[in-house]
């Protein structure tokens, strides 16, 4: 097969570029053991329904002790359940996130909030959000043929709307 | 007062949904759940199956009953169905009867055998409208209802584990499933995927659909 010179060369850059970006995952993986953040904790993904944390009537968002806010989520083909949340502005909120399948990614686009959501692992991430508003909770992460119609609605409310907590209870909403 | 209190502390825990409900199914798709289903001995099924076959037969005496055809389903939603009526994860009168009776064993048996069978004939459907076409292959992106085809297949063939093969099915069968799901007298789908689904259709939707899945051939 003739490969044009010039073609060829571009393919060696290529390859070259591409070694680097490896060398350096291996190496801070290896080296400095940064690993993704969602690595720590596992979970059986196969059984998440029948877990404690991730059960289908322990999702949704409670209310802590300390006002703050946990918001337990289960990321499954095609979507995040419960499928609609709604969330005080201004408020720490930290999210628990599984994936009863595969591969997902969560983020919420204009947020900080995104991270990926591995099966057999725990995600979790902490965030406030300083804006009230209607926004999508999106999959970027491709996980199937229904990837691009797995979203979510997140409600995000101005903090004094926001009804107050019970003193000790976890609240659900 | 004591009793005042037990009652009081009922009412906060009921309405903080403290009271754990149910799980939908106490069936998880464990690698070993996965082999044990998979090696189903069919010979065996195919004797415990002539029970099933007065009412589940394809033959055209059955056509117009309310039960479903169980030729060519997946061996794994099989399985799950008659260990939840079981379990008591879903309820119908005679299959929780009959599943009382069977063993795990019976179950992965007489689903292999199933699953190995031909679809019944597809009772084809004059034109759908495009409206269900449309939600078929695209869904409805202001509804949240992703397409039925990315888990059902594009013929309707189903996926593996739990979505089950809707082509060929009865029409009344599928509507009268979807209707139960939109009811939540059928809960036995894991973080209720199947019911937020249906229950943004509206009933002429889930007929047309029914009509539209119980027209296809594999
Ligand atoms: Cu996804």
């Given at each position: 097969m003739h490969i044009h010179p010039l073609e060829r060369r571009w393919i060696y850059v290529v390859l070259a570029v591409i070694g680097i970006f490896l060398l350096a995952i291996f190496y801070t993986a290896i080296a400095r053991n940064i690993h993704p953040p969602s690595h720590i904790e596992t979970i059986d993904s196969a059984s998440l329904h029948l877990s404690e944390e991730f059960a289908e009537d322990k999702l949704g968002v409670w209310t802590q002790p300390d006002g703050t806010i946990k918001v337990t989520l289960v990321a499954a083909r095609y979507g995040f359940y419960p499928r609609e949340i709604q969330l005080p502005a201004g408020t720490q909120v930290t999210f628990r996130i599984a994936s009863a399948d595969v591969l997902h990614g969560i983020h919420i686009p204009m947020t900080n909030m995104g991270t990926m959501v591995v099966p057999g692992y725990v995600s979790e991430i902490t965030t406030t959000f300083p804006k009230p508003g209607e926004y999508p909770m999106l999959c970027?992460?491709?996980?199937?043929?229904g990837h691009d119609h797995m979203w979510s609605k997140v409600t995000v409310v101005a903090k004094e709307s926001w009804p107050a907590a019970p003193n000790a209870q976890p609240v659900r909403r | 007062m004591k009793k005042g209190y037990v009652f009081a502390w009922i009412v906060l825990v009921a309405a903080n949904g403290q009271i754990s409900a149910e799980?939908?199914?106490?069936v998880a798709w464990t690698p070993e759940t996965l082999r044990f289903v998979k090696n189903g001995d069919a010979e065996r099924g195919k004797e415990l199956a002539q029970a099933c076959e007065a009412c589940h037969a394809a033959t055209p005496e059955n056509a117009e009953s309310e039960f479903p055809y169980?030729?060519?389903?997946?061996a794994t939603y099989l399985y799950k169905q008659l260990h939840d009526y079981k379990s008591g994860s879903r309820s119908n009168e005679i299959m929780v009867g009959i599943s009382a009776g069977l063993s795990d064993q019976d179950m992965a048996d007489v689903s292999a055998w199933y699953s190995r069978q031909p679809l019944p004939p597809a009772k084809k459907a004059d034109e759908v409208p495009d409206t269900i076409r449309k939600l078929v292959d695209r869904g409805d992106g202001t509804r949240i209802v992703a397409p039925c085809a990315v888990c059902h297949g594009s013929a309707g063939q189903g996926q593996t584990?739990?979505?089950?093969?809707?082509?060929?099915?009865?029409a009344a069968y599928l509507e009268q499933t979807m209707l139960a799901y939109k009811s939540e007298?059928?809960?036995?789908d894991i973080y209720r995927r199947m019911r937020l689904i249906v229950q943004q259709l509206n009933d002429e939707e889930i007929r047309q659909l029914a009509r539209y899945y119980a027209g296809l051939e594999r």
């Open positions: 970027n992460e491709y996980c199937g043929l | 799980p939908s199914t106490q169980l030729q060519g389903q997946s584990m739990d979505t089950p093969v809707l082509a060929a099915q009865k007298a059928r809960r036995n």
